[in-house]
């Protein structure tokens, strides 16, 4: 059979593996396990995103760089405090040839310690601030958990982002603007809605000051997900990389340079197919879609004339090159010795958004046939008027795809004001909002006091309800303006905690 047979609602993680196997985005590294192949239909999406994103830091002013892909053991050792909860995710390299290194070479997990001694040697005065690099590059880290492609995987692309700057202002303003733009990947190009918010201490960046996320939401198993992250470094790394400035204010002062560090990954592709895909496989975006819109030949067989055969190619042509000319990308598919129908089932699960069906009887009326990828809506559109509707239809699909994701989002959030809701909320699929002190050990019990005693063994696959302790995921830009939370006032919503609640602090249980 083809199409695929796991259900969405029924075996998540099953029908997540199948689907991006049989769309063909991805193929498992066999060789070595935590690793993947990105096929052409992911690396489309990800260099849509990357154009994406690239023009506007490049209106910010932000330069490419591209940095070796090896540590020093020596300039990992500078930073140790923050690296060592990582140690056990690098990857060493020891021997080169049948020679053993002197020192061996860490593969990157991250740039900071390849790329702060450099800052420390280009920056010298104020004017040589606000410096602000990005390279596009892929990390490893050598995950123990199961991976999975896009979400988890041991190697994967991103970009990294990394800026120094004289005060503590600048660096804030720009932690910002990069978070709009990661929200604007989402929410721009993968009609996915997210909440923009601060970490909590337990969640940020160690080595950091503070870290702001864009947090999406995942249906089908009611999970909250980290989207990208963009961290004001503060002027952590700028003491111990010794990056500093003359002081413009009083000479012979020097100050340590406020720095940021930013990052977007191939994750967002993961969140994607999880979101929008349904049980006839991808859905995919019109704005990220290699293929747009695919036409698909009806009526036509053996007995259809070499003639008529050959007008009704022409006709499909010529369409093409109108959706062309209007932006649309668009193929005919002429395979030989397949059903529509069969045609139909292949595109549906490889997520086109519009399919087009063009027969003799579409023919003599002057239309095409139209079939709506994320809703199934079935309609015609006059020949005539293709360079005008198509664009819009596919801007529609863009638009209810997004809407959809948000109403979903929304009304999964629950603001809770009572402990005993918060287990039967999160049951149903639900992040929650609480009012919550904002102390790490506070966090600590309350994901204890939310892990359910693994009673799932003898429940089947499907009614399995996740046994896991809810998470912070951020505290959100947008606090909600009721008085159920009166900062310092309303007690924070853990029973066993003495404290008293300061912000509205979103928490689910998540990837
Ligand atoms: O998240 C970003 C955006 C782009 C630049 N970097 C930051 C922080 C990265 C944290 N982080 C994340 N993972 C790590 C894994 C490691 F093995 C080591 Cl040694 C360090 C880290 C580590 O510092
Ligand atoms: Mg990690």
Redesign the pocket.
């Known amino acids: 059979i083809i199409g695929i047979t796991n259900s969405k609602a029924e075996n998540f993680s099953a029908w997540y593996q199948e689907v991006v196997l049989k769309a063909e985005m991805v193929e498992y590294y066999q060789e070595i396990s935590g690793f993947f192949v990105l096929r052409p239909l992911s690396m489309h999406i990800w260099n849509t995103i990357r154009k994406w994103f690239q023009g506007h830091i490049e209106e910010m002013g932000v330069e490419e760089t591209s940095f070796p892909m090896f540590l020093s053991k020596t300039s990992?050792d500078k930073e140790k405090d923050?690296?060592e909860g990582?140690a056990p995710?690098?990857a060493w390299v020891e021997r080169a040839g049948d020679k053993k290194l002197e020192v061996p070479v860490a593969i990157r997990?991250?740039s900071?310690a390849v790329m702060y001694p450099y800052y420390s040697k280009w920056i010298r005065s104020h004017r040589d601030l606000p410096l602000r690099l990005n390279q596009w590059n892929s990390v490893v880290?050598w995950e123990a958990k199961q991976t999975t492609p896009f979400l988890r995987t041991r190697e994967f692309l991103w970009q990294?982002g990394h800026t120094a700057h004289l005060t503590e202002e600048m660096a804030s303003k720009e932690v910002l603007e990069i978070l709009e733009l990661y929200a604007g990947v989402y929410e721009q190009l993968l009609a996915i809605p997210v909440v923009r918010g601060t970490k909590t201490e337990n969640e940020k960046?160690a080595?950091g000051y503070y870290t702001t996320t864009v947090e999406g939401y995942i249906p089908s198993n009611g999970r909250g997900i980290q989207g990208a992250?963009s961290?004001a470094l503060g002027q952590n790394f700028s003491k111990i990389f010794h990056i500093t400035v003359e002081d413009p204010q009083n000479k012979g002062q020097h100050v340590n340079v406020w720095q940021n560090?930013?990052?977007l990954s191939t994750r967002v592709i993961g969140v994607m197919v999880m979101v929008h895909g349904d049980n006839k496989g991808l859905v995919l975006p019109p704005r990220i879609a290699q293929l747009q819109v695919v036409f698909v030949p009806v009526g036509i067989n053996k007995n259809t004339s070499p003639e008529d055969k050959k007008k009704h190619e022409d006709q499909m042509d010529e369409m093409r090159v109108t959706l062309k000319k209007a932006g649309v990308r668009s193929e005919s598919d002429w395979r030989e010795g397949y059903t529509p129908a069969w045609k139909f089932n292949d595109w549906e699960m490889k997520g086109v958004p519009l399919r087009l069906e063009f027969g003799p009887k579409d023919a003599a009326k002057e239309v095409v046939s139209y079939a709506r990828r994320d809703t199934g809506e079935k309609g015609e559109v006059p020949i005539a008027d293709l360079a005008t509707k198509i664009p819009e239809l596919l801007e529609t699909i863009q638009a209810d795809m997004y809407k959809k994701a948000e109403i979903s989002f929304r009304e999964h959030r629950k603001m809770i004001t009572k402990w005993d809701d918060v287990l039967p909320s999160l049951d149903e699929k639900n992040l929650v909002l609480i009012p919550f002190c904002l102390d790490g050990k506070c966090e600590d019990r309350i994901k204890e006091l939310t892990t359910r005693a693994d009673d799932n063994r003898d429940v089947p696959e499907n009614q399995k309800v996740p046994s896991m302790g809810m998470k912070s995921l951020c505290i959100p830009f947008e606090q909600p303006q009721v008085n159920d939370l009166v900062p310092g006032e309303t007690a924070c919503l853990n029973p066993e905690c003495k404290g008293k609640a300061q912000k509205w602090v979103m928490f689910g249980r998540s990837y």
């Open positions: 990992l923050h690296v990582f995710e690098l997990p991250t900071e880290r990294e960046f080595g992250t961290h560090s930013w990052g």
